[in-house]
Nanobody, 119 residues
Framework: VHLVQSGGVSVQAGGSLTLTCATGGFIFSDYYMSWYRQFPGQELELVASIASANHGARPEYADSVKGRFTITRDDVKDTVYLEMKKRKPEERGVYYC???????????WGQGTQVTVSQ
């Protein structure tokens, strides 16, 4: 199983950025996928999740990003995306994609992407 993140790492405040998480080694379409983030000195925060196709690929968002972030998935490319608009300076941190939503020991994560937001 692998999850490989890519995408822009720097954006100006108010700008947009899209993160990509390409996966392999499991049946992607069977799984919910999610994005987490971690600000310096803080715990992981669930940003967005998207259901599997069998569950309607329904997205859900943290209140702090609703209306600004969009999670999507491509079950042909086995890839999940996080489009982030209207970035705020305080949103700089490390963003991770994850297989599934609930955190448990032994689950699978992307390598993380450090995102900076400049004034």
């Amino acid at each position: 199983v692998h999850l490989v993140q890519s995408g822009g790492v720097s954006v100006q405040a108010g700008g947009s950025l899209t993160l990509t998480c390409a996966t392999g080694g499991f049946i992607f379409s069977d799984y919910y996928m999610s994005w987490y983030r971690q600000f310096p000195g803080q715990e992981l925060e669930l940003v967005a999740s998207i259901a599997s196709a069998n569950h309607g690929a329904r997205p859900e968002y943290a209140d702090s990003v609703k209306g600004r972030f969009t999670i999507t998935r491509d079950d042909v490319k086995d890839t999940v995306y996080l489009e982030m608009k209207k970035r705020k300076p305080e949103e700089r941190g490390v963003y991770y994609c994850k297989r599934g939503v609930t955190i448990y020991k032994g689950d699978y994560w992307g390598q993380g992407t450090q995102v900076t937001v400049s004034q």
